[in-house]
C-alpha cells in the first residue's frame, strides 16, 4: 500500500498524525463522503418510498378517512379481486416456470452447446432488445401470428386442415397471454444466465470425467447443484416480471382481462372501484407479493456468489 | 471429449429464434399490405411523414437526456463512495436499487400522483414527476453497470496509485477513475435509452407526450403505420444494444437486462 | 470528445441542471393568466360577445383537448379550422382516453394548471350526472343555446353531435353479414364480434350493451327502470355471447380490423363510416345498422371547472356548436345536434347532407332521456364483470 506519509496534502483525511492504521487514512470515511451519496438517498426517500409508503398508509383508509381493514379484507373475500389476483399469480408461475425452463435450455445451446461463436452474440444483443419489446408492438404481433386471422392460424388451416380456434384455444386467455409474455421472458433468463454458466468451468467437467463419471453424474452431482440457486433466484426474478407487467396485458384487452396491474391502472385512470382506499389495497398486495419474491432471490444470489466469482 | 455441437443445442436454438422471429416476419408482412393487392414500404413512408411521430420521439429523446443525466448524477457518486469509503453501506444501496422491482411502474405511479398531486407538495403539473419516474425505473440497470465497472478496475488502487501522486479528488475522479468507467457508463447510458424510448405506463398514466403512448395512440388510430414503426423502433434498439457490445468488446461482460412490461 | 471534460462540466452543474431542466420544463406552460384590465365575466355562463371572448382567449393563448381522436367525427379537422381562424394552438392530451377517463384527468389536475389539464371534454351523456355531481364542470351558454335540443338546462353541458350503432364487418371474411343483434350468436360467428373499448371506460361499449339489450326487451321504455331492465338483458345477451365464444376480449381498433383479428366490430357509423374511408377498401367493410335496437348516442360538451384556458374553452364551444362547426361534424358522417334548425333554415348544403347515412336508419333510432344514460351506464358498469365473468 502508499506509504503513510506522502498522503499529508489529501484535505479529506481525518486528523491521524502518523499511525499506522490497517488502511492508509486518506482513505477513511468523513463526513464530505455524505455528500456523495446523499442526493441518492434523497432520491430514493420522495421518489420510491414515499410514494410507496403512501400506498402502505392509504390501503387502510376509508372513503370517510378512518383507519380500517376492509380495503384489504375485500382483497380476501370479494370475487373479482380474488380473481384478479389468482390469474395474475398464474401467469406469473406458468412464464416463470417456463421461462426458466426454456430460457435454461436455450442460454445452454448457445453457450456450452458448441455452436458457433456468433450466434452467442447474436443472441445476447437480441434478448437485449427482446426482453425490453412489450405492450402494443407485442400485443400486435402475437395477434398477427395466431390471432383469429394470424400468419400461422391460416398457414395450419391451409395446409394443415386444423383450426387451433377450434379446440377452444385463444390468445385472449391465461395460457394465450402466457405465451405472449415468453417473448420476453425468454431473454430475461438467457442474459442472466448466461454469466452463470460461464462460471462454470471446464477443469470441472474433466475432473468429473477423470473421475470415471459421464454427463449424467456431472450434472447430477456438479453443475446443477451449483447453478440451481442462479436458477431458482432468476425464475423468481421472472415470476415478478410477469406479475408487475402491464402494458403488454392491457394492450390485448384493456379492462376484459382481470389481472392486479390492469385493476390497479383502471383505478388510477378511472376510479372504476369507486373506492380509492382499495386501489391502494390492491397495490399493498402487489408490493407484499413482489417483496417476498425480490427477498427469496437476493438470498438466492448470495448463494450463488461463492462459486461464481 | 470431442466438443463439437451437439444436435440438441441446434434443435433448441432453431425452435427458439422460430418463436422470437415469426411473430416480427408476422408484424413485417402485415406492415408491408398498406396498399391493397400488392406489397409495399408505403406504411413506413407514411410513417416518417406524421408530424406527432417527429414530435413525440423528440420529447422521448429529452425525456431520456433528462433521465441520464438525473441517473447518472444520482448513481455515479453514490457507487463510488459506496465502494470506496462506506462498504457498510453497500447492502442499502443495493436494496434500493432492487425496490423498483418490488414496487412495478404501475403502482408507482399510483403512489407518485396520490402523493404530489395534491397540497403540500403539487408536483404533477411539471414534468419531474415523469423523470423522477423514469429514473427509478433505470436505476437498478444503471446501478448495476456502474458497480460492475467499478469492481472490474481496481478502484482502491487506482485511487491510491493517484492520491500518492498528488492527485486532488477532482482530479482522481474525472481523470483517472470515470475514463476506466467509460464502457461501464455507457452500457448503462444505452440501456437506460432503451427503456425511457420505449416506455409506456408511466408517461400515459402520467399524461406527457412521449413515444410509447404515442405508438399506442397511433396504433389505435391508425393501420399499418404503428406496427411498420414497432418494427422500425425494435431494429433501432438492436442497433444500440449491438453498438454497446462492440464498444465494450474485450472488458469484462456486464448483464444487460430487460426493463418494464 | 473529452470524457474527463464533460463530467468536469456536468458535476458542478448536475443537480442545477435537474432542477433547472424541470423548473425550465414546468414553466414552458401556457402564458400566464394576467387577467388584463376588463376579462368578461365567467360565473354568470351567459354568452360572451365574440370579440371579447377572441380577445381574452388570445390572451391565453392556446387551448388543451383530450380524448378526440382526428378521425372521430372529424375532428381533425375541426381542430385544424380553430387552429387557423383564430390563431391559437391546441394541446391535444390522450386521444384514446375513454368518457370516465377524461372526468378522471380533471379530477387529478385540479391543482395543477399544467399540460395535461384538459380545458374542454367530450362525453356520453351518461356521464354528464358524475361530471356534475363532483364539480368538475362550468357552465356556459354559447350564443346558439337555445336551439339546442338535449342540454342541461343551467347550461352546464349540451349535447354535440349524435350517430347510432352499427355492426362494422369485413367483406371478405364474413360470408353472410348479420342483420342484427340476435345474428351475433350464430355460431359462424364464434370469435368473430368485438366491441371498440372498455366498457368501464368508454361510453361506446356501455352503449352498445345497451343497445343490444332494447333489441332483446324489445324497447327502450319511459322510465328509468324500463331502461335498466333493457341494460340487464344487454348484459345477459354479453354473457351469452362470451360462452358461445362469439365474443373476442380485445379492443378493436383499425389495426385489428385491417388486419381481419375482429371481423366484426360494434361501433358509432361515423367511426364506421370514417374507418371505410381511411382504409379505402383494404380491405372492404360492410356498415349495417341492425334492424333492432337502433341506439342514437349523442355526446355532450363541457368545460372544465378547473380548465387553464376558460376562454379559449368557451371559444371553443362557440366555434362548434355554430353553424360553421356542426357543418364540420357533418361532414365526419355524424349528425350535428342542431340538425333539425340547421335543416329548417336551409343552411345544410345538400351534397354534404347526401354523405350521411340513410335516414331510414334513423327512422327507428332511439333517443335515451338522460337519467335512462345515467342509470345504465352505472348498472352497466357495476354489474359488467359480475355478469359476463361469474365474478
Not at chain 1, 41 to 59: D, E, H, K, Q
Not at chain 2, 66 to 81: E, H
Request: glycine residues 10%; negative net charge.
Amino acid at each position: 500500500m502508499a506509504p503513510e506519509s506522502s498522503i499529508r496534502n489529501d484535505s479529506l483525511s481525518t486528523t491521524q498524525g502518523d499511525a499506522q492504521p490497517a488502511r492508509p487514512p486518506g482513505l477513511r470515511p468523513g463526513w464530505k463522503d455524505w455528500i456523495g451519496v446523499v442526493p441518492f438517498f434523497a432520491f430514493a426517500v420522495f421518489f420510491l418510498f414515499l410514494p410507496s409508503m403512501s400506498i402502505v398508509y392509504r390501503s387502510f383508509e376509508s372513503p370517510q378517512h378512518t383507519f380500517t381493514l376492509d380495503n384489504v379484507i375485500a382483497i380476501f373475500t370479494e370475487r373479482s379481486l380474488i380473481n384478479a389476483y389468482t390469474a395474475s399469480l398464474k401467469i406469473s408461475l406458468i412464464t416463470a416456470a417456463g421461462g426458466a425452463v426454456f430460457g435454461f435450455l436455450l442460454a445452454y445451446a448457445v453457450i456450452m452447446g458448441g455452436l458457433p461463436r456468433a450466434i452467442r452474440t447474436f443472441l445476447t444483443t437480441f434478448s437485449g432488445v427482446a426482453s425490453n419489446f412489450a405492450g402494443v408492438p407485442l400485443a400486435f404481433a402475437f395477434i398477427a401470428t395466431i390471432g383469429n386471422a394470424g400468419l400461422i392460424t391460416r398457414w395450419l388451416e391451409s395446409v394443415l386442415g386444423f383450426d387451433i380456434h377450434q379446440t377452444g384455444f385463444t390468445i385472449y386467455s391465461i395460457w394465450g397471454l402466457s405465451i405472449v409474455y415468453m417473448y420476453f421472458q425468454f431473454p430475461l433468463m438467457v442474459l442472466i444466465m448466461a454469466p452463470a454458466l460461464d462460471g462454470l468451468r471446464r477443469e470441472w467437467r474433466e475432473a468429473c470425467e477423470n473421475l470415471g463419471g459421464n454427463s449424467y453424474h456431472y450434472w447430477r452431482f456438479i453443475a446443477l447443484p451449483i447453478l440451481l440457486p442462479s436458477l431458482l433466484g432468476t425464475a423468481i426474478l421472472l415470476f415478478g416480471n410477469a406479475f408487475g407487467a402491464y402494458a403488454t396485458a392491457y394492450a390485448f384487452s384493456g379492462s376484459f382481462i382481470n389481472l392486479v396491474t390492469i385493476l390497479i391502472g383502471a383505478q388510477i385512470q378511472g376510479d372504476v372501484l369507486y373506492n380509492p382506499g382499495l386501489g391502494n389495497a390492491l397495490a399493498l398486495g402487489m408490493i407484499v407479493i413482489m417483496s417476498l419474491s425480490m427477498a427469496g432471490y437476493s438470498w438466492l444470489q448470495q448463494r450463488t456468489a461463492r462459486w461464481v466469482r | 471429449m470431442k466438443r463439437g455441437a451437439s444436435i440438441w443445442a441446434w434443435v433448441i436454438l432453431i425452435i427458439g429464434l422460430l418463436y422470437f422471429f415469426i411473430p416480427l416476419i408476422a408484424t413485417f408482412e402485415f406492415s408491408l399490405r398498406a396498399i391493397k393487392g400488392r406489397y409495399s414500404f408505403e406504411a413506413y413512408r407514411l410513417a416518417f411523414m406524421d408530424p406527432a411521430f417527429v414530435r413525440n420521439f423528440g420529447y422521448s429523446l429529452m425525456w431520456c437526456v433528462l433521465t441520464i443525466i438525473g441517473s447518472l448524477a444520482l448513481v455515479v457518486p453514490a457507487a463510488y463512495w459506496v465502494h470506496l469509503r462506506m462498504p457498510r453501506l453497500r447492502p442499502v444501496v443495493e436494496f434500493v436499487t432492487l425496490m423498483p422491482f418490488v414496487v412495478p411502474a404501475v403502482v408507482l405511479t399510483f403512489g407518485l400522483i396520490r402523493l404530489y398531486g395534491a397540497p403540500p407538495i403539487v408536483l404533477i403539473g411539471s414534468p419531474i414527476l415523469l423523470i423522477a419516474g423514469y429514473v427509478v425505473l433505470s436505476l437498478p440497470y444503471m446501478y448495476r453497470a456502474v458497480d460492475t465497472g467499478l469492481r472490474a478496475i481496481d478502484v482502491r488502487t487506482l485511487t491510491e496509485a493517484a492520491l500518492s501522486l498528488g492527485a486532488g479528488w477532482g482530479t482522481i475522479l474525472f481523470r483517472v477513475i470515470f475514463p476506466n468507467l467509460r464502457v461501464a457508463l455507457l452500457s448503462g447510458v444505452f440501456l437506460t435509452f432503451a427503456i425511457v424510448m420505449g416506455e409506456f405506463t408511466f408517461a400515459s398514466l402520467l399524461s406527457w407526450p412521449a413515444f410509447g403512448p404515442y405508438m399506442e395512440e397511433i396504433g389505435a388510430m391508425r393501420a399499418y403505420t404503428p406496427q411498420a414503426l414497432a418494427l422500425v423502433s425494435f431494429g433501432l434498439t438492436w442497433g444500440s444494444i449491438g453498438l454497446i457490445q462492440w464498444l465494450g468488446r474485450g472488458v469484462p461482460s456486464q448483464g444487460q437486462v430487460g426493463g418494464a412490461h | 470528445m473529452s470524457i474527463d471534460k464533460r463530467f468536469n462540466r456536468r458535476d458542478f452543474l448536475k443537480m442545477g441542471a435537474i432542477t433547472g431542466a424541470g423548473a425550465l420544463l414546468a414553466a414552458c406552460g401556457p402564458a400566464a393568466t394576467q387577467a388584463p384590465a376588463a376579462m368578461p365575466d365567467l360565473t354568470s355562463g351567459n354568452s360572451i360577445p365574440l370579440d371579447q371572448l377572441l380577445e381574452a382567449a388570445k390572451a391565453e393563448g392556446g387551448l388543451t383537448t383530450i380524448a378526440l381522436p382526428h378521425d372521430w367525427a372529424n375532428y381533425g379537422e375541426i381542430i385544424e379550422t380553430y387552429k387557423s381562424k383564430y390563431g391559437l394552438t391546441v394541446n391535444e392530451l390522450n386521444p384514446d382516453a375513454g368518457s370516465a377517463d377524461e372526468l378522471e384527468a380533471i379530477r387529478a389536475n385540479k391543482d395543477s394548471k399544467g399540460p395535461q389539464a384538459p380545458d374542454v371534454i367530450d362525453v356520453g351523456v351518461g356521464h354528464t350526472e358524475t361530471a356534475m355531481a363532483d364539480g368538475l364542470i362550468a357552465k356556459y351558454k354559447v350564443a346558439d343555446w337555445d336551439t339546442i335540443p338535449m342540454k342541461d338546462p343551467d347550461g352546464y353541458w349540451w349535447a354535440e353531435y349524435y350517430g347510432v350503432l352499427a355492426f362494422e364487418v369485413i367483406k371478405p371474411d364474413i360470408a353472410d353479414t348479420p342483420q342484427d343483434w340476435e345474428d351475433l350468436l350464430k355460431p359462424e360467428y364464434k370469435g368473430k364480434v368485438a366491441m371498440a373499448g372498455d366498457v368501464l371506460k368508454s361510453n361506446q361499449s356501455v352503449q352498445t350493451v345497451l343497445a343490444s339489450g332494447i333489441s332483446r326487451v324489445g324497447t327502450l321504455g319511459d322510465t328509468t327502470d324500463s331502461a335498466v331492465e333493457a341494460a340487464k338483458a344487454g348484459l345477459e345477451f354479453w354473457a351469452e355471447m362470451n360462452s358461445a365464444g362469439n365474443f373476442i376480449p380485445v379492443i378493436a381498433d383499425q389495426g385489428k380490423i385491417a388486419q381481419g383479428e375482429t371481423p366484426i366490430v360494434m361501433e358509432w357509423d361515423y367511426l364506421a363510416l370514417a374507418n371505410r374511408d381511411a382504409l379505402a377498401g383494404n380491405p372492404e367493410l360492410d356498415i349495417v345498422v341492425p334492424a333492432s335496437g337502433v341506439l342514437a348516442g349523442p355526446y355532450a360538451g363541457g368545460i372544465s371547472a378547473y380548465a387553464p384556458h376558460p376562454y379559449a374553452a368557451r371559444l371553443w364551444w362557440e366555434f362548434v356548436m355554430s353553424d360553421e362547426g356542426q357543418l364540420l361534424y357533418l361532414k365526419g358522417y355524424a349528425h350535428p345536434i342542431r340538425y333539425t334548425d340547421m335543416a329548417a333554415r336551409g343552411v345544410i348544403p345538400a351534397e354534404m347532407a347526401a354523405k350521411l347515412p340513410p335516414a331510414e336508419n334513423y327512422a327507428k333510432a332511439v333517443f335515451p332521456t338522460i337519467e335512462q344514460l345515467t342509470a345504465t351506464k352505472t348498472y352497466i358498469t357495476e354489474n359488467w364483470r359480475k355478469v359476463v365473468y361469474g365474478e
